[in-house]
């Protein structure tokens, strides 16, 4: 197993501002990290340059202990899965998987039990002579995972593996790949920019926004603490409710009578997970019905509170309210979240009177 840690790395193009400016951060060997954000955060940039497929503007790269900065990706011990499969469509899934063996000469006596084991893992065994075309997406994938895998390297990289696959897919390949993985014990890194992928599979999720590491944390502790509005935002389904908040009359703004203890100093936004508002009869904070969404085993209530629209309230069942309808809601003070102007989170005091 090999660590892998990234030493104020910088990426720029040109006179742009920096695709990745002095990102930072350690991933301890056996573990898997996520690289998570919107498009153009620069996470498949860092990953690029994990797999020395970009060099860093500036930085240093360690893998196992080793400066790897300057070594081309055949001197790093990796592997790597592409969004795209990039798979041989003339070879068949046996020579697909035994590709890189073959080109770096590996012993053939060690190749068949190595494919077999790879093969028996990724449940590969009847399709071994199949070619790419007569595979379904999920069988795709699977082979580029074998690929990866038979190389026996101590690191893994992935790129989007899934964003291919269809949503059911998407669900088993999941549990298969974060199974591999703690299986195999091999260091991990992913990157994606579904949240569900990252909160799901992570043992630890590095967000990032613009180039920067917005947040470095365990995916519990970026769900319940997170560092700023945009972590808030980022995360969860659906995501945190910011609503405005009025510092000289503790209220939230537009309405009245609704007012906030012990609000920090320099609070403008409180901010309330869908799930921790209670539709509640005996509640304090007025709101209008916008819309209601059904799931099935919960509701979706949009509402507006005071001046601020689209708040949504996550609760169990069919809620049968209809657009207009005045509801009453409640929370528990202890899971109010405050932001002060600059979008960072201030400390959380209680309470809601």
């Known amino acids: 197993m090999s660590s892998i840690s990234l030493d104020t790395i910088c990426k720029q193009y040109g006179d742009a501002p920096p695709a990745v400016d002095r990102v930072s951060f350690t991933v301890d060997a056996g573990t898997f990290t996520v690289l998570l954000g919107p498009s153009g955060c620069g996470k498949s940039t860092t990953l690029r340059m994990i797999a020395g497929l970009d060099d860093p503007t500036s930085g240093r790269i360690h893998i ?3 400066d790897v900065t300057e070594l081309p990706p055949s001197k790093r011990k990796i592997s790597m899965v592409f969004q795209s499969y ?13 590709f890189g063996l073959k080109v770096r000469k590996e012993p053939a006596a060690e ?8 093969a028996s893992l990724l449940g590969l065994e009847k399709l071994l002579e199949r070619k ?6 999920g069988q795709q994938q699977r082979v580029a995972l074998g690929r990866a895998v038979i190389s026996e390297a101590p690191v893994c990289l992935m790129d989007e593996p899934l964003s291919n696959l269809d949503a059911q897919l998407r669900h088993e390949m999941r549990r298969e790949i974060r199974a591999l993985q703690q299986t195999l014990g091999i260091t991990m890194v ?3 920019h579904d949240q569900t992928e990252a909160m799901s599979m992570a043992d630890r999720v590095v967000l990032l926004n613009g180039g920067k590491i917005e947040q470095n944390d365990t995916p519990d502790m970026l769900y319940a603490n997170p560092v700023s509005e945009f972590s808030a935002r980022f995360i969860g389904t659906p995501p945190m409710n910011l609503l405005a908040l009025d510092p000289r009359t503790q209220q939230i703004s537009g309405c009245g009578g609704t007012a906030i203890s012990n609000i920090p100093s320099g609070a403008v936004k409180l901010g309330l997970r869908p799930e921790h508002i209670a539709i509640n009869a005996s509640g304090n904070v007025g709101a209008l019905v916008e819309t209601v969404e059904y799931f099935g ?12 629209t689209g708040i949504a309230v996550r609760a169990a069942g069919h809620v049968r309210a209809n657009p207009g309808d005045q509801i009453k809601l409640h929370w528990n003070s202890g899971q109010q979240h405050f932001f002060d102007a600059s979008g960072k989170a ?8």
């Open 297 to 308: 085993a919960d509701s979706i209530v949009i509402c507006k509170v005071g001046q601020n």
């Open 86 to 98: 990039a798979l041989f469509p003339h070879l068949s899934v046996k020579e697909n998987i035994l």
């Open 346 to 353: 201030l400390p959380r005091t209680p309470s809601i009177s």
């Open 111 to 118: 190749r068949e039990p190595r494919l077999k084991h790879v």
């Open 132 to 137: 790419p075309s007569q595979l379904s997406g």
């Open 64 to 66: 196992g202990g080793n």
């Open 190 to 192: 992913y990157v994606t």
